[in-house]
């Protein structure tokens, strides 16, 4: 999928750098459920971590999901298997939401959860819309139940 040019490009970035200009790439001409640039989810999701590492991985938590990006490009990228891991556990390919959402619980992987937990608050924010339909309002119903599934299991894992 890249050239050796692009590959050695990218893999002389830093973990942040190369993200973000890989997104940028990957999903300029894409639009959220608001009709607003993807690039804007990606970022609000990315915004409240603090290491560049996690900061990453929560910018490039649907590119397995939502582009031709594999794991193999992504080795080849520069990208580490635990990294890449954790984009394996937020991709959905799962017939159900909830048996996606338990997949997630499962792993108990504390990146994925965090991050999931950020796309998550996002994803349920009628605010971002122009006009709220019934459809909009299911899906936040969807977000907000998965949202406090893994609120719930993170507590009991506290204990």
Do not use: P, W
Not at 25 to 40: G, Q, R, V
Not at 141 to 149: R, T, V
Not at 153 to 159: A, L, N, S, Y
Request: proline share 0%; net charge neutral.
């Amino acid at each position: 999928m890249f050239t050796e040019k692009q590959i050695e490009s990218y893999r002389n970035k830093g973990i942040y750098d190369r993200s973000m200009a890989l997104v940028k790439i990957l999903f300029h001409e894409k639009s959220d459920k608001a009709n607003k640039n993807y690039m804007d989810h990606l970022r609000h999701v990315s915004s409240d971590f603090k290491s560049s590492r996690l900061k990453s991985m929560a910018l490039m938590h649907d590119v397995l999901e939502d582009t031709s990006i594999t794991r193999k490009d992504l080795e080849s990228l520069g990208y580490d298997n635990d990294f890449i891991t954790v984009l394996e556990i937020l991709t959905n390919t799962y017939d159900s939401y909830d048996e996606y959402i338990d997949q997630i619980i499962a792993s108990k992987n504390k990146e994925a959860l965090a991050i999931k937990l950020k796309d998550l608050l996002h994803n349920m924010d009628l605010l971002r819309l122009e006009k709220v339909t019934e459809k909009d309002l299911q899906r936040a119903k969807k977000y907000i139940k998965a949202y406090c599934k893994i609120i719930e299991k993170m507590k009991g894992e506290e204990k």
